[in-house]
């Protein structure tokens, strides 16, 4: 996992680039906790709406009034319950929520004071509260057994809210996952400084602890046959698979030493506890323009990085990644270029040395090169050009796909009976984690009610 | 900058605002700091017989009720008269007066209920030199246990015999500040009146427990595991003090006694409430143990722009200017018809005001419109309660619109008159006045 430096007079990757303290520095906390007092004085702030738009706004419908409304009234283990009642990732989605598009883009302090509550960060106080509180009592308990079994394939943001609501409503769940830990982009996805100090795992350790989830990990769904098994052996399966599949550039030198998929540097990374055995290249670029480019190219520029390009297609607005993200880009030095499409990968004894690009440009609405090229130097290359489900097997198991993802109803019910879907890899979603709890949480529910068709579904 | 100068019973003073008998008028030390930031006057702290002082507590004398963030609303407070030597602070007032003679030195006092007591202090009182007395008949904690403070001025006949008496043995004006902890505010005022006082200074502070510590399950604060009932103050209590204010100016047994307003002022606004009800200078006291004496000069500031912008040339131009306003319910003209007015222009579509009004009035707020998140007054519903403009997060974005005469109320069908009418002469009323 941590070559050797490779350095020569033409490429230059190596790890140790900065100090201990500095990697600290670097890699703590993007968005600190409140204080208690910052925490009431923001909750203040909150008019306790009507019909409330950010609780419209968010996926998984919390009540924000009444969350924040109880932060105000001293009552934090009420206004957690009122969090994850609604999303058991709360704590999660409180840090990864690109909330100026969900609840905060719609609070009405916008209007009246140009900036809204900041909610993410009240969530966070909240549930952080109650979840890193040894001595608090568990907010929620399971229902008795119902001696129901059921299987969650993927234990990302998906499968965890799938699998904690079911084992409350009384269900044994089984959880399959392919990783070495439990997880998913929780765990191997997200840039350091959007959940650090191992909040992923100690969220998951809060979810388990409800009780019936057991854990399989190092698990992967290859064959068509072991999805059959799965459906004989349980009475629902959850698919929460992701998308563990990138997109190649297909262009020249793609093979080259020190160039690879951005979701394995961020893995890495996650995985890495000391930061300054991971080696980076002097200069780095990374292709592509959503979340994981820029969690890819901020990282590598904190981890000491002299120049990252970051280089897109199409311009600002086509990004996926949000301005927001745009923007903490480049507050972290990455150079963010736009209207650049990836021709060729340059080596140098068979290592990356740089990237030649086109600059494009749309005519009729259509992408077209401009003729004028460009070459960025680079000792890595990160690929972010998006990622897709390995489907495969899905087809050979008769599965209705759409668009390359899983086909499913409202509750994520697939063209196969007795299975369901949800995250990244149902079609028709915005690859959100709280979409994906949402998701998870509404499966749950059409799991249980099929299961137990006499009882009411209510959490 | 306007001229705040007051003259008050005979008392002189360079502004209205004078810091109340209260623990901020405990000695010299505090009140030459006062004088030095611009406080007009002060009533110093009451005075008791000659003798050992009073003791007080040594836990907490103070509670308060804030807002989650710490603002501070409400204020109580169990302490007693001063408990220190009486020599000393005749002293001390003596020569704080001598040094500042153009301030108002008022001297607060309370001694038993017998002439004797009050014949024996008040010829001490006026040697010190100061402008004049104040009756402490209000103290509603400790003190009145003892059968002084409130418990005097709950009684008007020992308002009455005690404020004669002060005018008997002292040539000093005489004030006497009134407990609100009693049923009709007019009664001890007029027993002050027939008992010769100057003036009356209202409100003392009023019964209050601030709370309860919802882990040990006592009350708060306490000493020792017990607490005892605290005068309460700050901004809380100011409407109910405007109220007895504006009760006594309009009385017409006391009208024109000349009046001390107290009762939450923190600022120039509370004080321009007080004296355009019939204040002619104001007290405070919270506002000073919350922020410090400085708070006096934003005080004075705000007094003097506002006389400037509305042309006044004196505070006693605005003493009792809003009195007029001020009847009986039954003479309010219920002809009159306002309806809500939603300005969408700065509306920011809380819904604060359709919920209340849905939940808790008349129905008269729409919340949709074609489908949209839409705020609006329905004018057949409104009975122009004016619950919505007050829950209204935004300044001016609710306001009440009159309707003129001609106007259709859509609510009742009936076009405005414009005619006065109202509950003395209206038909369902079965003790009308024959028209």
């Known amino acids: ?459 | 900058m306007a001229n705040l100068h007051t003259t008050f019973a005979g008392i002189h003073s360079p502004n209205p605002f004078w810091l109340a008998s209260a623990p901020p008028t405990d000695k010299a030390y505090n009140v030459i700091r006062a004088f030095e930031a611009g406080w007009g006057g002060v009533v110093w702290k009451t005075l008791g017989e000659a003798g050992p002082p009073v003791v007080n507590v040594n836990g907490p004398r103070y509670g308060a009720l804030l807002t989650p963030d710490r603002r501070l609303l409400g204020f109580n407070n169990i302490e007693l008269i001063t408990d220190r030597d009486l020599e000393l602070n005749l002293r001390e007032i003596t020569q704080v007066k001598r040094d500042w003679p153009d301030r108002a030195m008022v001297v607060s006092l309370m001694v038993p209920c017998e002439e004797a007591a009050w014949k024996a202090i008040l010829p001490r009182v006026e040697d010190t030199g100061a402008d004049g007395i104040e009756l402490n008949f209000g103290c509603p904690h400790g003190m009145s246990e003892r059968g002084m403070g409130a418990a005097v001025g709950q009684v008007p006949e020992y308002i009455e015999m005690v404020t004669a008496w002060c005018k008997q043995y002292s040539r000093l004006p005489v004030i006497v500040k009134l407990t609100p902890n009693i049923t009709d505010i007019r009664k001890p005022a007029q027993a002050a009146r027939r008992g010769g006082a100057d003036a009356v200074s209202l409100i003392n502070t009023i019964n209050s427990i601030m709370g309860v510590d919802p882990y040990s399950l006592t009350m708060t604060p306490a000493t020792g595991g017990k607490g005892s009932h605290g005068g309460y103050c700050g901004p809380a209590v100011k409407p109910i003090a405007l109220n007895m204010v504006a009760e006594i100016a309009r009385d017409p047994e006391t009208r024109g006694l000349p009046i001390s307003g107290i009762g939450g002022i923190g600022n120039w606004r509370d004080a321009l409430d007080f004296i355009a009800l019939g204040s002619g200078t104001v007290q405070v006291c919270t506002a000073a143990m919350v922020y410090g004496f400085k708070i006096v000069q934003e005080m004075n500031d705000g007094l003097s722009n506002y006389m400037d912008q509305m042309g006044f040339k004196s505070v006693g131009e605005i003493v009792g200017r809003a009195l007029p306003s001020v009847t009986d319910w039954r003479y309010l003209d219920l002809n009159h018809i306002s309806k809500a007015v939603i300005n969408q222009g700065s509306c920011i579509q809380c819904g604060r005001c359709h919920i209340a009004c849905e939940d808790t009035s008349h129905q008269a707020i729409i919340a949709t419109r074609d489908g949209k998140r839409h705020f609006e007054v329905m004018e057949d519903e409104c009975v122009g309660c004016n619950l919505c403009a007050v829950v209204c997060p935004v300044p001016q974005c609710i306001t009440l619109r009159d309707l003129q005469p001609g106007e259709t109320d859509l609510r009742t069908g009936k076009v405005v008159s414009g005619a006065h009418a109202d509950w003395t002469t209206h038909p369902n009323n079965p003790s009308r006045a024959s028209a």
């Not at chain 1, 409330?52 to 996926?59: G, L």
């Not at chain 1, 997109?247 to 998929?261: C, F, N, R, S, T």
């Not at chain 1, 494009?360 to 460009?374: I, W």
């Open chain 1, 1 to 459: 996992m941590s070559p050797a430096p490779i350095t020569s007079p033409v490429v230059d990757v190596r790890p140790g680039r900065l100090s201990a303290d500095e990697y600290a520095r670097r890699f703590s906390d993007a968005n600190p906790p409140l204080t208690p007092a910052q925490a009431v004085l923001e909750a203040e702030r909150c008019l306790y709406c009507f019909d409330a738009p950010c609780a419209s706004a968010c996926p998984t419908h919390i009540d924000v009034p009444s969350f924040i409304r109880r932060i105000a009234d001293g009552n934090l283990r009420g206004s957690a319950r009122a969090i994850l009642e609604a999303n058991p990732l709360g704590g999660m989605c409180a840090r990864v929520c690109p909330t100026e598009v969900l609840c905060e883009q719609v609070c009405v302090r916008n209007t009246q004071e140009g900036k809204p509550v900041q909610i993410g960060r009240l969530q966070r106080h909240a549930v952080d509260a109650v979840m890193f509180d040894p001595a608090a009592k568990a907010l929620f308990t399971r229902a008795e057994p119902t001696a129901r079994r059921v299987a969650v394939v993927g234990a990302g943001p998906a499968g965890l809210a799938c699998a904690h609501t079911l084992a409350r409503l009384g269900h044994a769940v089984t959880m399959f996952d392919a990783r070495p830990k439990a997880g998913g982009l929780n765990e191997y996805g997200l840039a350091a400084y959007k959940t650090p100090e191992g909040f992923a795992q100690r969220e998951l350790a809060w979810l388990l602890a409800i009780g019936g989830i057991e854990v399989r990990n190092n698990w992967k769904l290859e064959t068509a046959s072991q999805l059959t098994e799965l459906r004989r052996q349980y009475d629902a399966v959850f698919l929460g698979l992701g998308l563990a599949g990138t997109h190649p550039l297909k262009i020249a030198g793609e093979d080259l030493i020190g160039v690879q998929d951005a979701v394995d540097f961020i893995a890495t990374l996650r995985q890495t506890a000391d930061l300054s055995a991971l080696p980076i290249g002097r200069r780095v670029v990374v292709i592509g323009g959503g979340m994981t480019a820029v969690d890819a190219a901020v990282q590598a520029k904190l981890l000491g990085a002299h120049v990252v390009h970051m280089a897109y297609r199409r311009g600002p607005d086509a990004m996926s990644a949000s301005r927001d993200e745009q923007e903490w880009a480049l507050t972290h030095g990455v150079v963010l270029h736009h209207w650049l499409a990836p021709v060729e990968i340059l080596g140098h004894e068979g290592h990356v040395r740089a990237v030649r690009f086109a600059d494009q440009a749309l005519v009729n609405g259509q992408l077209q090169a401009t003729g004028r090229e460009l070459t960025f130097e680079a000792d890595m290359v990160f690929k972010a050009i998006g990622q897709q489900l390995l489907s495969t097997v899905l087809a050979e198991a008769g599965m209705r796909l759409s668009s390359g993802r899983i086909a499913t109803d409202e509750a994520g019910q697939t063209s196969l009976d007795g299975v369901w879907a949800g995250g990244d890899c149902r079609a028709g979603g915005l690859d959100l984690t709280v979409e994906a709890v949402e998701h998870g949480k509404r499966s749950a529910h059409a799991i249980h009610a099929r299961l137990q068709p006499a009882v009411a579904t209510k959490v």
